[in-house]
């Protein structure tokens, strides 16, 4: 490869990296107001899903832990009832963890929404200035 060809490659870059650099602002200028309460909006809709997510986990665990006192209350005695009796301990154990995990994400829903009224409030009181063109 020639010293030219490089240095042109070079030139040419330089003018579209420029060109893009140039051309920037103008385009963010033009870029429309992010809507009030949209990050707040989306925070709350993030938590109401995972809280939706987790009732669901949580309702599979008590099906689990009914189905394992059913195995515990038909079980014979000696080792088969002993592994039944493991198992629903195992079934309750997790079924607290699912129920703690609940009512943090309720919690966290209850803050994500607190916010976005509090945000809404804010909204509502501020008078909106009129734009000039």
């Not at 963010?28 to 809709?45: F, G, K, N, V």
């Not at 997790?94 to 803050?111: D, G, H, N, P, S």
């Amino acid at each position: 490869m020639s010293v030219s060809t490089r240095f042109a490659g070079l030139a040419a870059t330089s003018v579209i990296a420029l060109a893009g650099a140039v051309a920037s602002p103008a385009v963010a200028d033009e870029a429309p107001a992010p809507e009030p309460c949209a990050q707040q909006q989306a925070q709350a809709d993030k938590a109401e899903a995972a809280l939706v997510r987790v009732t669901a986990v949580f309702a599979r665990q008590q099906t689990r832990v009914a189905h394992a006192k059913k195995a515990v209350a038909q079980a014979e005695a000696g080792r088969a009832k002993a592994e039944a009796r493991r198992t629903l301990a195992r079934a309750k154990h997790v079924r607290e963890e699912t129920k703690l995990t609940k009512r943090a994400q309720q919690q966290r829903v209850a803050k994500a929404d607190e916010r976005l009224a509090t945000c809404l409030a804010e909204q509502e009181t501020t008078p909106v200035a009129p734009t000039q063109p």
